[in-house]
């Protein structure tokens, strides 16, 4: 196993894709879009970065449908994880970025770290399955209506 970090990400519209491609950048990491990757590709790796958005009513982006039950199986055991989600608090303040939390209740008890909680503080929004012991299991993004706040936020 490397110290070297992976970006595993989903994207329908090719803003997830732009977000993980920004952090390629800042953690000089190998990037997976999930609709080609393998479980075998997370085994190569200490430190996973996972890039997702919510779709809807709190439904995970179209490619990590397929791929988190491959994801769930891989051997995250003692690998450092950190999620980031994208979301729309206005459209869908009652399931803000649960594409985030999906991805932590999946993963949570398979012996990885999950790194980089977010306060809920400065989002707007009125829900989230995301939230653990009141922070985000994550890093939360809304390109739709707060992108003016990505960069910092990253």
Known sequence: ????????????????????????????????????????DVANYDFIIVGVSTWGIGDLQDDWEDFLPKFEKANLNGKYVALFG????????DSFVDG????YNAIKDSGCKVIGFTQAEGYSFDDSTAL???????LPLDEDNES???????
Not at 18 to 38: G, H, R, W
Not at 86 to 93: R, W
Not at 132 to 138: H, L, R, W
Not at 148 to 154: A, K, V
């Open 132 to 138: 653990v012991d009141g922070k985000f299991a994550g």
């Open 86 to 93: 994208l979301g729309d608090g206005d459209a869908y303040p």
């Open 1 to 40: 196993m490397s110290n070297k970090t992976a970006i595993f990400y989903g994207s329908s519209t090719g803003n997830t894709k732009t977000i993980a491609e920004k952090l390629q950048k800042a953690f000089d990491a190998d990037i997976f879009d999930v609709a080609k990757a393998s479980a075998a």
């Open 100 to 103: 985030i939390g999906t991805i």
């Open 148 to 154: 003016n706040l990505t960069d910092s936020r990253l």
